[in-house]
Nanobody, 115 residues
Framework: QVQLVESGGGLVQPGGSLRLSCAAS????????MGWYRQVPGNQREMVAV???????DYADDVKGRFTIAKESGKNSVYLQMDSLKPEDTGTYYC?????????WGQGTQVTVSS
């Protein structure tokens, strides 16, 4: 069974940085893609950043130039580096992975950007 475990959320002031990490229970190279999605109460879960195997990462327009998704060196995990954070980045961030036509989700980690 595939398991994804996120870490790194928290409270940060506007303009600050956070780094989220997503560790997988299987070798991440087996996934077709891995990504991060954000959800706020009352809204649908939306894509923030996606890393494709052998492809160019994709980012939501409102995070381009501020967020970076990449594989963590020496680890079986993917991170989301979030810089220049804004209050509207607040939400629950979920790690997603796709493999063999199946979607897998982590439990979510809360990110709050507030002064």
């Amino acid at each position: 069974q595939v398991q994804l475990v996120e870490s790194g959320g928290g409270l940060v002031q506007p303009g600050g940085s956070l780094r989220l990490s997503c560790a997988a229970s299987i070798t991440i190279s087996r996934f077709d893609e891995m990504g991060w999605y954000r959800q706020v109460p009352g809204n649908q879960r939306e894509m923030v950043a996606v890393r494709y195997v052998g492809g160019i990462p994709d980012y939501a327009d409102d995070v381009k130039g501020r967020f970076t998704i990449a594989k963590e060196s020496g680890k079986n995990s993917v991170y989301l580096q979030m810089d220049s954070l804004k209050p509207e980045d607040t939400g629950t961030y979920y790690c997603n992975a796709r493999h063999g036509g199946n979607d897998y989700w982590g439990q979510g980690t809360q990110v709050t950007v507030s002064s």
